[in-house]
């Protein structure tokens, strides 16, 4: 396989591929024994080229400024969009991710709450993004349904209605501590109290604050 060495990704898939490939190239290397060291370095020559080809599309010549929602904001002539989350390093897969969380927003008629959500909480990474997109959605569906539960004569589809925007509710709050979990490690505070009955019947509590991990058994 030879790759030229003007040669560069076009598109994502494109990029990935051969990001992918180099990376099994070089594990084959590291894994077979007995070949020979001509051919492993032939082999890491193109896993090489292949991977500068991939970087050649992936890794970004300018980081875009700090937007709204923890995402940024990149110019391009006289237009302005939001493309991609806040990290260190930014790279072409940071935009599109950032650009297809903006879409299922705005296909879902949040993309202005789902923003204003994330800048609310602080969001400072593509998972706190996705958690205050997905709870803009759950607010807006349960209100949206309870507006038509209001509408609604039949009891049965007024229940029906109720019943699922309160769990559409239910989700939306419960994003708010998942969202805290992650930020703290999934820690959970466990206060244990002894009681001892002392002279004259008189209790005395001694409380003492464990700090645990939730994951811990």
């Given at each position: 396989?030879?790759i030229?060495?003007?040669?560069?990704?076009?598109?994502?898939?494109?990029?990935?591929?051969?990001?992918?490939?180099a990376e099994?190239?070089?594990?084959?290397?590291?894994?077979?024994?007995?070949?020979?060291?001509?051919?492993?370095?032939?082999?890491?020559?193109?896993a090489?080229?292949?991977?500068n080809?991939?970087d050649?599309?992936?890794?970004?010549?300018d980081?875009?400024?700090?937007?709204?929602?923890g995402?940024?904001?990149?110019v391009?002539?006289?237009?302005?969009?939001?493309i991609?989350?806040?990290?260190?390093k930014?790279?072409?897969v940071?935009?599109?991710?950032?650009?297809?969380r903006?879409e299922?927003?705005?296909?879902?008629?949040?993309?202005?709450?789902?923003l204003?959500?994330?800048?609310?909480?602080?969001?400072?990474n593509?998972v706190e993004?996705?958690i205050?997109?997905?709870?803009?959605?759950a607010?807006?569906?349960?209100?949206?349904?309870?507006?038509?539960?209001?509408?609604t004569?039949?009891?049965?589809?007024?229940?029906?209605?109720?019943?699922?925007?309160?769990?559409?509710?239910?989700?939306?709050?419960?994003?708010?501590?998942?969202?805290?979990k992650?930020?703290?490690?999934?820690?959970q505070?466990?206060?244990?109290?002894?009681?001892?009955?002392g002279n004259?019947?008189?209790?005395?509590?001694?409380?003492?604050?464990?700090?645990?991990?939730?994951?811990?058994?």
């Open positions: 396989m030879i030229p060495a003007n040669k560069k990704a076009t598109n994502m898939d494109e990029a990935q591929a051969m990001s992918l490939t099994q190239i070089r594990h084959n290397v590291a894994d077979q024994e007995g070949r020979s060291t001509e051919h492993n370095e032939a082999s890491l020559i193109i090489d080229d292949l991977a080809a991939a050649s599309y992936l890794i970004l010549d980081i875009p400024a700090l937007g709204v929602g995402e940024f904001v990149q391009i002539g006289n237009k302005s969009s939001v991609c989350p806040a990290r260190n930014v790279d072409r940071n935009t599109e991710a950032s650009m297809d903006l299922l927003a705005s296909k879902n008629g949040v993309l202005s709450m789902a204003d959500t994330a800048e609310a909480i602080g969001a400072s593509a993004q996705m205050a997109h997905q709870m803009a959605v607010h807006r569906t349960s209100l949206d349904l309870m507006a038509e539960a209001g509408n004569r039949d009891p049965i589809e007024k229940c029906r209605l109720i019943n699922t925007a309160s769990k559409l509710m239910d989700v939306c709050q419960k994003g708010l501590t998942t969202v805290h992650v930020r703290n490690g999934g820690q505070t466990v206060t244990v109290q002894h009681v001892q009955i004259g019947g008189q209790a005395v509590v001694n409380g003492t604050t464990n700090i645990r991990g939730a994951d811990k058994k």
